[in-house]
């Protein structure tokens, strides 16, 4: 966890405050780990099964700094995947029958060699998913990104907090809503979310606080309703995802006093056939300078694979892969509560 704008004091006497908060947690009258929950379901630990995506985090500058965002990303940010890494890679997926490659980020498109990496996985034939912010591709030199995109059949995913202005730029930036409805209308007019165009377009919904997000059925008819009859905007669907306590999310529980609510909250939640379903099991998530993690999530708290098994994409192994012990903690209980979540949306 990296806290770029904090002084050194500041993080010392949030982290006393965290660990204090982890050490009444995580007492047995009050928590059992993650691990300790998932066996009582009594299929055994989590295990992995094949590996169908591989999700490729291409550097953690982004054009915005989300209050919400797992990777601290912004404009600070100097960690940026190189071509050497980016080859790495191809050679693992042209090695393998994995399929879907998820670009994210930071802003995926701020990486220089974003065009040509994308235009190299579609050459070996695989099905590029881009997470976008949308803002970027509105921005100054970038105006040509949707178009390349739509050129080379990109799906794309990016995050749309709400269908109003205030609770999107409270959580996202000033004027963002706006910029972000300026992108789908340009993505519109290329064919994105328009239904039998083969241009996916979908958003995805984030929390603005210390809560589960609501069905997500109910709340992609809302946004397609709201966003149509206000812009004329039209998208395919609607992901919700709970915001895990990890970085600047875990700073706002802590400094507002609800980390130990929010991890009650996510533990009382726990669904079984959600966590059966979980995205680590048949994802792999590649760190910008080439480590192989479980999940994106762990990528972000440095939890490296099960001994035994290859750290880096240049001795990657998907069939090593498969049937993995996944490794986990306790911020897992975000991605099994409720309705469940992933970077595909409710997993129940």
């Known amino acids: 966890m990296k806290h770029r ?21 995580n007492q047995p009258s009050e928590l059992i780990t993650f691990e300790e929950k998932f066996n009582e379901i009594g299929i055994g630990a989590l295990t992995a099964t094949k590996v169908e995506i591989l999700q490729i985090n291409v550097g953690k500058m982004c054009n915005q700094v ?20 980016m080859g790495y890679c191809l050679n693992a997926l042209e ?25 190299e996985l579609k050459k070996i034939n695989k099905h590029v998913i881009v997470r976008s912010n949308l803002t970027i591709l509105v921005a100054n030199g970038f105006e040509d990104y949707s178009k390349f995109m739509a050129e080379n059949d990109v799906e794309i995913i990016s ?25 789908i209308k340009e993505l519109n007019d290329l064919s994105y979310g ?9 958003l ?10 609501p069905n997500q059925e109910a709340l992609e008819m809302d946004y397609k309703r709201e966003l149509k009859n206000k ?35 996510l533990m009382s939640a726990f669904n079984p056939i959600a966590a059966q379903n979980v995205m680590c099991r048949n994802m792999v998530s590649i760190g910008w300078e080439g480590s192989v993690y479980d999940c994106d999530f762990n990528q972000m708290l440095e939890i490296s694979l099960d001994n035994g098994l290859p750290k880096h994409i240049k001795d990657f192994n998907s069939k090593a892969l498969e049937g993995r012990k996944i490794m986990v903690g306790n911020h897992c209980f975000g ?14």
């Open 5 to 25: 704008n904090k002084s050194m004091k500041a993080f010392g006497e949030e982290l006393a405050v965290a660990n204090e908060q982890l050490k009444i947690i």
């Open 194 to 202: 328009k239904e039998d165009s083969g241009l996916i377009l979908n």
């Open 335 to 348: 991605c099994t509560a409720g309705a469940g979540s992933s970077c595909g949306g409710a997993t129940a």
């Open 95 to 119: 090695d393998s029958e994995i399929q879907i490659v998820d670009l994210t980020g930071g802003a995926p498109e701020l990486n220089p060699n974003f065009k040509w990496f994308v235009t």
């Open 204 to 213: 995805v919904y984030n929390p603005t606080g210390a809560f589960l997000p």
């Open 66 to 85: 989300c209050k919400h965002c797992h990777v601290d990303a912004g404009p600070d940010r100097k960690e940026i995947m190189t071509m050497e890494t």
């Open 231 to 265: 812009f004329g905007l039209v998208f395919n669907n609607l992901f919700t995802i709970t915001n895990l306590p990890i970085s600047r999310f875990l700073d706002y529980l802590i400094q507002s006093g609800n980390y130990l609510e929010y991890m009650n909250k």
């Open 159 to 183: 995050s749309l907090p709400y269908y109003t202005s205030s609770t999107t730029d409270k959580q996202r930036g000033e004027g963002v809503f706006e910029q972000s409805i300026k992108a």
